[in-house]
């Protein structure tokens, strides 16, 4: 036997060894309690053995993580344990594109030769590719498997019973998170109605026929069809859904954001936070104590699957304890991509105290605010557009809609920023002026200008806000 075949079955074996109850919940309380139930320190024992094992994998397996190895000089027995991660520097998107382009279409960093995608059968995930071209991934079947039963624990935290109908509002497009979450509902068996290829329209009348319980959705779509609905004369919060259940843009976090929604549905907002390349199932989730004690809003991580860490955005060096940080993701739940140390790159703070639903897995706290690549920079003061969205929905009275406009003056070629909003009242607005200058300078340090037109002249956002609009000349 190959030592390639030798460290595969060793690998396969061991993420094997931690599949707790694969097929059913053990309790109401959590899914599978040796592991969502585990201390610290049986979670990072958990780790250090899939650290062990997962190293040899990769350097027999896979040329992106054999060249890695090399280059740095290392061995795999040299990272063995979490403590052991920090000699490895991360992997960025770039260094993977790098890796694409070199050798097309899909890089060099799988552990699946072709002869084994051939016998494993497998399925095409891709990026959102807001930041260059998609990347793309191909996962195995065992793989989707374990994100079956992941997303299964992950769900089953949140409160989702076969009770529960899923009304799945998406495209179904080459993006993993709802193609991972209905396998982790079938798994469950729970309904789901598939919400693709239809208008606000028609999917309220979906809500409105066969009372689904949950929205699948981004938040930017649980307000828009929310809108849809009013404007149809019904009431959202009058419907059956009892859950809205959200990722692919923070809203948790944002208070205003979360009330909006919670109070236009009659819903509890729900969050899952993963990205394609590292953890394509639940990376992280909302807990029942999630926004509702004094911690404020955080998602849990799956500790037993991955080691989530935060870096330090310029130097890249791992923060101290409490400190704010970019995401990294080592994934320790695949077959066909286990990743050590990929920075996903949005900035959270860890916390590794208990939680009072009884899960010690570590806690990103104030959940994800935003990816490092969102962060606006203007004159040197740096800030998130969630931040202005936060400013602006507390000011009763402004529409959904707001855009943040990024010019360069043309008498001193200084940079400005301008915030666009909505209100009725638009044509006497000095005073709501104000109130915005104020609210977004408190939150962000800014001064900015601050337009007020009328409700529905802002272009409507659908699926995914896209709400800057940057003009400044680039020196
Ligand atoms: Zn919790």
């Not at 931690?18 to 958990?46: Q, T």
């Not at 350097?59 to 280059?71: A, K, M, P």
Request: aromatic share 8%.
């Amino acid at each position: 036997m190959s030592r390639a075949e030798k460290t595969r079955i060793d690998w396969l074996a061991t993420l094997a060894n931690f599949k707790d109850d694969p097929d059913h919940a053990a309790n109401d309380a959590m899914w599978s309690p040796r592991l969502d139930g585990a201390s610290r320190d049986e979670l990072v024992a958990i780790q250090n053995e899939k650290i062990s094992v997962v190293t040899p994998f990769l350097y027999e397996n896979s040329r992106f993580y054999r060249d890695r190895f090399d280059r740095l000089g290392l061995a795999p027995t040299d990272i063995a344990t979490v403590d052991d991660l920090a000699k490895w520097p991360v992997v960025d998107k770039s260094e993977m594109t790098v890796d694409v382009e070199a050798n097309p279409p899909f890089g060099h960093y799988t552990t699946m030769s072709d002869d084994l995608w051939r016998s494993r059968g497998w399925m095409q995930f891709s990026t959102s590719g807001t930041t260059g071209t998609p990347r793309v991934f191909r996962y195995s079947q065992i793989d989707r498997e374990y994100w079956a039963w992941s997303n299964a624990r992950a769900l089953h935290a949140m409160g989702f019973t076969p009770a529960d109908t899923v009304f799945m509002m998406s495209g179904y497009g080459p993006h993993v998170w709802a193609w991972a979450v209905q396998m982790g509902l079938a798994k469950m068996g729970i309904g789901i109605i598939p919400g693709g290829g239809m208008d606000g329209k028609m999917r309220a009348g979906v809500v409105e026929r066969f009372k689904p319980t949950v929205l699948c959705c981004t938040p930017s779509y649980a307000l828009y069809l929310g809108r849809v609905m009013q404007n149809m004369g019904l009431d959202p919060g009058a419907t059956s859904i009892t859950k809205l259940f959200c990722a692919g843009e923070p809203a948790m976090a944002i208070d205003p954001t979360r009330e909006k929604l919670e109070d236009l549905w009659g819903a509890r907002l729900m969050e899952f936070y993963g990205c394609t390349e590292a953890a394509p199932q639940a990376g992280g989730y909302t807990c029942a104590a999630s926004g509702t004690g004094t911690d404020g809003p955080f998602l849990h991580l799956m500790e037993d699957l991955q080691v989530w860490e935060t870096v330090d955005p310029d130097t890249m060096a791992p923060t101290a304890p409490g400190e704010r940080g970019l995401s990294v993701c080592t994934n320790l739940i695949s077959e066909s991509s286990p990743q050590l140390r990929f920075l996903v790159g949005d900035f959270t703070t860890l916390n590794h105290a208990p939680c009072v639903c009884g899960r010690s897995h570590v806690r990103a706290m104030g959940c994800f605010s935003g990816r490092a690549d969102d962060l606006i920079n203007l004159r040197g003061i740096k800030f998130f557009p969630t931040q202005i969205e936060k400013s602006v929905r507390a000011i009763p009275g402004l529409g959904d809609e707001f855009q943040i406009i990024l010019s360069s003056r043309t008498t001193d070629g200084m940079d400005v920023m301008k915030v666009v909003v909505e209100h009725p009242e638009h044509k006497d607005a000095a005073a709501l002026i104000d109130q915005v200058v104020a609210a977004i300078r408190v939150e962000t340090e800014v001064r900015v200008d601050v337009d007020v037109v009328a409700h529905n002249t802002l272009p409507k956002t659908e699926f995914k806000a896209k709400r800057v609009v940057d003009e400044r000349v680039k020196v």
